[in-house]
């Protein structure tokens, strides 16, 4: 997730610093292979800033006019748009000239995409090969995309070609899946980008640094990538090589910064306990390998994550215990930056199932509007047609009717106060989510057969169904913003 207010030249100085705090996404990916119930898990946490809305909409497929473009009003980019864009379902911010930022969502043929985990290079590659300002850029990225492509390769070679001739605006990390896997993608620096298909025997934990470590390049059906890569870090004098072999990552990164560092090795101990990863490490490979067994609350546990069992804290914590208050994202006095934390403005976990067809959108989206910390995901199928009402309020002060800043309103409460309140409220949301799991296996196999002989009336269901347990959940969620207001204002006297 990238700053929006800033002009491109100072987003880059600030991006280079190692106190930069505009970087702060995390995403993840859990292949089919090391699930329990063979589903395969992908997401991220979006990690900007405190009272900044997201929404959560559903753009219907339309018919554009010849010459038609998109244009990006937060850096001027452009490009041609097809004859037909697809239906998909976005979670946008509500400032369109800062970017659109629709971050995540399914379109109609079962394509995913989580976009992005921001990211740059070091200083000699961008000597070499800066970032263009009206490049693609992640406020568009999402939007330009998911309604253009029936297949999550084609996602990728579509970004392929626009950065190849149109330049990137900021080095960024995508994913994309289908019925046939996922993708994961680095976009390197200007005009240099690296996907892979990712293994279905690996996870992987990436924050807001590359990752991508040895790739074959010749092998063209699990690798797509840009012509340079090699010869732009022989040329940088930034080439690095690990066990003889040329490693991408350890060649266009700078050094590794606090807050990567923590979510990095963080998020790989929630998954696996018992991995050899230090804090001390000097980097951390993208594909991880385990012996153990997923499921979708591991996924949930691992983006709600503070260290647990760690021997860091949260540096939000740092106030309440009294040691003033933080003002980076750099470690200080065993403190740190979580994958948790106050800046999350939504996160979203797809679970992509082998029985789900792709007009359903091949599994299921678990989004929480809002930080999840202290707020439940619900589950979304590709097919909808609309979403809950509170979702879509645009205002950018709190509003008691809209689902974000009920949300903010709670997690902020919370935070004041939370040896009291924190387990109480989270042991009523996991309840709720647990509610969800158990219906979304019941009612599945009835929706996959009525999509697969009456897709409208599936969608018209789909849409319903979600709509009503949204109003439910909203109504809960007021429960408990009101009831902690009380017994806030209460505890005062």
């Known amino acids: 997730m990238q700053k929006k207010k800033l002009a491109l030249g100072l987003l880059t100085m600030l991006f280079l610093s190692q106190s930069a705090t505009a970087y702060a996404c995390t995403g993840f990916i859990i292949g089919k292979d090391l699930t329990k119930d063979g589903t395969a898990l992908y997401g991220r946490t979006e990690d900007l800033e405190p009272n900044h809305n997201k929404t959560f909409v559903v753009y219907p497929a339309k018919t554009n006019k010849t010459g038609a473009k998109l244009v990006d009003e937060s850096n001027g980019f452009t490009y041609s748009l097809p004859n037909q864009s697809y239906k998909y379902t976005a979670v946008p911010d509500v400032t369109p000239k800062d970017g659109v930022y629709d971050e995540a969502g399914f379109n109609e043929f079962g394509v995913s995409m989580s976009a992005t ?25 999402t939007s330009l995309i998911l309604p253009s492509v029936k297949t999550a390769k084609e996602g990728i070679e579509l970004i392929a070609k626009v950065v190849t001739e149109k330049g990137s605006a900021e080095g960024n990390i995508v994913v994309l899946a289908d019925k046939e896997g996922i993708w994961y993608m680095e976009i390197l620096s200007g005009h240099q980008y690296v996907a892979i298909k990712f293994p279905d025997d690996k996870f992987a934990v990436f924050p807001n640094t590359f990752f991508l470590g040895h790739v074959d390049f010749a092998d063209k059906e699990h690798v797509i990538a840009s012509s340079g890569v090699e010869d732009l870090a022989k040329k940088a004098d930034s080439y690095k090589e690990v066990d003889g072999q040329f490693h991408i990552a350890q060649s266009y990164n700078p050094k590794l910064s606090d807050g990567n560092r923590s979510r990095s090795y963080s998020g790989i101990k929630s998954l696996d306990p018992d991995s050899k990863v230090t804090y001390k490490d000097d980097y951390y490979e993208l594909l991880q390998s385990t012996d153990k067994k997923f499921d979708l609350q591991d996924a949930m546990k691992l983006q709600r994550n503070r260290f647990e069992g760690l021997e860091l804290k949260p540096l939000d914590q740092m106030e309440l215990d009294g040691k003033g208050k933080p003002d980076s994202k750099n470690a200080v006095d065993g403190y740190a930056y979580p994958i948790s934390n106050p800046n999350v403005m939504e996160a979203h976990i797809f679970q992509l199932k082998e029985n789900v067809p792709a007009q359903l959108g091949g599994g299921v989206m678990w989004l929480s509007v809002g930080s999840p910390r202290f707020a439940p995901y619900l589950p979304y199928y590709g097919n909808i047609t609309d979403t809950y009402k509170a979702y879509k309020k645009t205002n950018t002060k709190y509003n008691k009717k809209s689902w974000y800043w009920t949300v903010s309103h709670i997690n902020q409460m919370i935070a004041k106060n939370p040896d009291k309140y924190s387990q109480k409220v989270l042991d009523q949301i996991q309840e709720l989510e647990s509610q969800w799991m158990k219906e979304i296996a019941t009612d599945e196999e009835k929706l996959v057969k009525l999509s697969q002989s009456d897709p409208e009336t599936a969608a018209k269901e789909s849409t319903e169904t979600s709509k009503q347990r949204a109003k439910e959940a909203f109504k809960q969620l007021k429960t408990i913003e009101k009831d902690i207001a009380k017994q806030s204002k209460s505890d005062k006297k």
């Open 117 to 141: 985990v921001s990211a740059t290079a070091n200083d000699k590659i961008l000597k070499l090969d800066p970032y263009i300002e009206d490049g693609l850029a992640e406020s568009n990225m």
